[in-house]
């Protein structure tokens, strides 16, 4: 199919590129931007008049939920969740039921994602078999079943000697570890950020020191092995202290943080509101500042959705009780751009949003997406910057309903998601 996006504002961050262009896809592919190419004649043209015309969104952790949990979300839902997002590149964690320790399973998922055509997904493998924290997977064949990286998920390694051998596996084949930094211990159990708050509530808390405890263990590894190390979600501000320190030390890491811990902190737990018991918690305002900061920086190179959908079974139960978890596709690109106009005055703040949820994402996961350079592939989306939504059930595509932003009312909405140069979703 030839797609002609015309009179759109092409904002292509990864290109430096902001301005009104016109945008040519053939073959799967961008032919040409601003000039068609010779000869081109579109089989559709779509007006981006007043709209956003950017590469497809990189999430880099949804849970898709397949195999295991589909009760919760299956892949067609998740993925046609995606969509209606603006997301067309999308990192799965290994923390299904099988978990992600052997090549059939990861070839099944790639499988099913492929037959169902939608937005693309790349699995993280599991670091260690059943993410038990004591025998390393076979990496290399994770590898070539289509693994991009290797993971704990949730579960943390308790042997520090497992965890080094890992990353020297790692480092010696050029694979990239993905760890959620918690101390094993400090916290295990834990429901609420450590503060006042939670004993307010007589919530069990999770210290900040769960963060930075195996944030220094991973960062005297990484300079022990060389390993690259991409941490995920971080929330506290002591946590970004040490990244910062970390990077400037020149060490090979990248950070991401959840969509949810750049807006709201552990007092939107209001009175025992299930939809925001999250993993890590959310933590206080500070923290919540520095993690604006740091996006803005630079520090944190990346926003995610972390969707991760739960069913009203074990969300609809006391705070304590309830699943950790929100669904999150829809919200990433809003999001975002709530992030950027409340931390920016400029008229670049379209792009620097746009980048941490593209450019910067796709090159922390190390894929070939996040710009929409001639000849490469086309993933685009196109959305209305102005327009406002108000967060429902009704609104979210989701099979997951749950997540702590319902009643707000937020900026941007998706007109239409292109994959691969196919028109995949339009509203």
């Known amino acids: ?38 000869g081109f004649v579109a089989d559709q043209i779509i007006d981006a008049s007043g709209l956003i015309v950017c590469p497809g969104l990189v999430d880099l952790s949804a849970r898709l939920r397949e195999p295991g949990y589909e009760y919760k979300a299956t892949l067609e839902s998740e993925l ?15 923390d299904t039921d099988p978990v992600l320790d052997e090549p059939g399973l990861v070839e099944m998922l790639v499988h099913r994602a492929r037959i169902l055509n939608q937005s693309h997904v790349y699995p993280l493998g599991a670091l260690t078999v059943g993410l038990k924290g004591s025998e390393l997977t076979e990496m290399a064949e994770l590898t070539e079943a289509g693994c991009i990286g290797f993971s704990q998920a949730e579960q943390t390694i308790e042997n520090s000697t497992v965890l080094m051998r890992a990353m020297q596996y790692a480092q010696t084949f050029g694979y990239t570890v993905w760890l959620r930094p918690q101390d094993p211990h400090l916290g295990k159990g834990g429901t609420a950020h450590s503060g006042p708050l939670a ?112 069913d009203d079974d074990e969300k609809l139960l006391p705070f304590g009780e309830a699943s950790p978890g929100a669904t999150g596709l829809e919200l990433l690109l809003s999001l975002s751009l709530k992030w950027a106009d409340e931390q920016f005055s400029g008229n670049d703040k379209l792009s620097i949003a746009i980048s941490r949820i593209t450019a910067d994402a796709a090159r922390v996961a190390g894929l070939s997406a996040g710009g929409l350079s001639t000849g490469s592939v086309a993933d685009v989306c196109v959305f209305d910057a102005d327009a406002r939504w108000l967060v429902n059930a009704a609104a979210i595509v989701s099979q997951g309903k749950h997540t702590p932003f319902l009643g707000y009312e937020l900026p941007g909405q998706v007109r239409h998601t292109i994959v691969s140069g196919r028109l995949a979703y339009s509203r």
């Not at 301005?19 to 073959?27: K, L, Y």
């Not at 943080?257 to 009175?271: E, K, P, Q, R, S």
């Open 80 to 94: 046609q969740s995606a969509l209606a997002g603006g997301v067309t590149s999308l990192l799965c964690p290994p």
């Open 199 to 310: 004993s307010r509530l007589g919530l069990s808390g999770v210290p900040v020191i769960s963060e930075t405890i195996a944030l220094h263990t991973i960062f005297e590894l990484m300079r022990s092995t060389g390993a690259r190390v991409h941490l995920c979600r971080l929330s506290s501000a002591a946590g970004i202290t040490l990244v910062r320190a970390a990077k400037a030390e020149g060490l090979p890491v990248s950070c991401d943080v959840g969509a949810h811990h750049v807006h709201l902190t552990d007092n939107d737990i209001g009175f025992f509101d299930s939809n925001a018991r999250l993993s890590p918690p959310l933590r206080s305002q500070r923290d919540r500042d520095a993690i604006r900061a740091a996006l803005m920086d630079g520090t944190i190179d990346a926003i995610c959705s972390d969707h991760t959908p739960v």
């Open 1 to 38: 199919m030839r797609l002609h996006i015309k009179n759109g504002r092409l904002i292509d961050p990864a290109n430096h590129i902001d301005a009104q262009h016109d945008v040519f896809i053939a073959d799967g592919r961008i032919a040409s931007i601003t000039q068609a190419p010779s």
